[in-house]
């Protein structure tokens, strides 16, 4: 397999294609703009700087555009950073594609489906049942391809429903653990929580947020979208109103953008388990990038902590 941006320690020498995943503008303390571009392979990112950016360069170099990139890979404030040495626009003879470049799930799209519509069959409340496998159906197309985050854990091709199938399978481990949490509900809370992120962010390919995203948010969206499901359905009841308080309270803390904090256990239970898988993605992608022995970069969502590997 051939070596990618994620292999390349500090000092060595790089000359590949790349997909621009963000773009930039900025003015240095010369008054000249120059251009911060995140560059991306399916093995991670780093981070560069073209300076004395021209706009023929914005326009080259924005999101979305294949270039090939030479440097060295370099360390600024604890991250690599990639000093640029040449770099042009991909042409049609380099033989390059947007998919060469795109991180994607580990499980195949029928694996993930497969798990998650037992955990909905098995449900044994049809009111719970019936909205989670509506809007499931819904959104399957963009919930089956679209990553779970602009950055930070799960932001890959397909890491949204990814995120779903591991979180389902702690909630399965910890339902048998504790009998008395209600299986629906939080089986129904994993698989909705995250879903307006399908209308919050743009796609898989250099993620942003929609005006929806940026106006509303996912947990509004979905609490939304619960609403009209249960409205469409002719469905009335407390599952309605719980589930949209699940989706309402699972990031756990106003101050991390959650409106409510978890007031029914099942909702303290799943923004616990979507923590823990979040984090654990974040720190096991980072781990990957290290040897025994050594530091990872600084991971901002875990406040700025650098986490050591182990040699044993």
């Given at each position: 397999m051939k070596k990618g941006i994620a292999q390349y320690e500090v000092g060595e020498q790089v000359d590949l294609f790349f997909l621009v995943k963000s773009s930039t503008r900025g003015i240095a303390s010369n008054g000249k703009p120059?251009?911060?571009?995140?560059?991306?392979?399916?093995?991670?990112?780093?981070?560069a700087k073209l300076w004395d950016a021209s706009?023929?360069?914005?326009?080259?170099?924005?999101?979305?555009?294949?270039?090939?990139?030479?440097?060295?890979?370099?360390?600024?404030r604890g991250r690599n950073q990639l000093k640029v040495r040449q770099i042009r626009p991909a042409n049609p003879q380099d033989g390059v594609r947007v998919a060469d470049f795109l991180?994607?799930?580990?499980?195949?799209?029928?694996?993930?489906?497969?798990?998650?519509?037992?955990?909905?069959?098995?449900?044994?409340?049809?009111?719970?049942?019936?909205?989670?496998?509506?809007?499931?159906?819904?959104?399957?197309?963009?919930?089956?391809?679209?990553?779970?985050?602009?950055?930070?854990?799960?932001?890959?091709?397909?890491?949204?429903?990814?995120?779903?199938?591991?979180m389902l399978k702690v909630a399965k481990a910890l339902?048998?653990?504790?009998?008395?949490?209600?299986?629906?509900?939080?089986?129904?809370?994993?698989?909705?929580?995250?879903?307006?992120?399908?209308?919050?962010?743009?796609?898989?390919?250099?993620?942003?947020?929609?005006l929806e995203g940026n106006l509303l948010g996912h947990?509004?969206?979905?609490?939304?979208?619960?609403?009209?499901?249960?409205?469409?359905?002719?469905?009335?009841?407390?599952?309605?109103?719980?589930?949209?308080?699940?989706?309402?309270?699972?990031h756990g803390k106003e101050e991390w953008g959650s409106p409510k904090k978890p007031l029914i256990k099942e909702a303290e239970i799943l923004h616990l388990i979507d923590n823990v898988d979040a984090k654990m993605n974040m720190l096991d992608r980072a781990l990957e990038h290290v040897k025994p022995g050594e530091f990872t970069e600084k991971i901002f969502a875990l406040d700025n902590r650098s986490f050591y590997k182990p040699t044993i």
């Open positions: 120059f251009l911060t571009v995140i560059l991306q392979d399916k093995t991670g990112d780093i981070e706009p023929e360069d914005e326009e080259n170099y924005a999101a979305e555009k294949i270039v090939k990139a030479a440097g060295e890979v370099m360390t600024y991180e994607v799930a580990p499980l195949s799209r029928e694996e993930m489906v497969e798990s998650i519509t037992q955990c909905i069959f098995e449900m044994k409340n049809s009111n719970i049942q019936r909205i989670t496998r509506h809007l499931l159906n819904k959104y399957q197309n963009a919930f089956l391809e679209y990553p779970a985050a602009t950055k930070n854990h799960h932001e890959f091709v397909s890491g949204l429903a990814y995120h779903v199938v591991s339902a048998d653990l504790y009998p008395s949490l209600n299986r629906d509900l939080l089986y129904s809370g994993v698989i909705l929580h995250d879903l307006g992120k399908v209308i919050e962010l743009s796609g898989p390919v250099s993620t942003t947020y929609t947990i509004s969206i979905m609490v939304n979208e619960i609403g009209q499901a249960a409205e469409e359905l002719s469905i009335k009841g407390e599952e309605v109103l719980l589930l949209q308080h699940m989706v309402l309270s699972h």
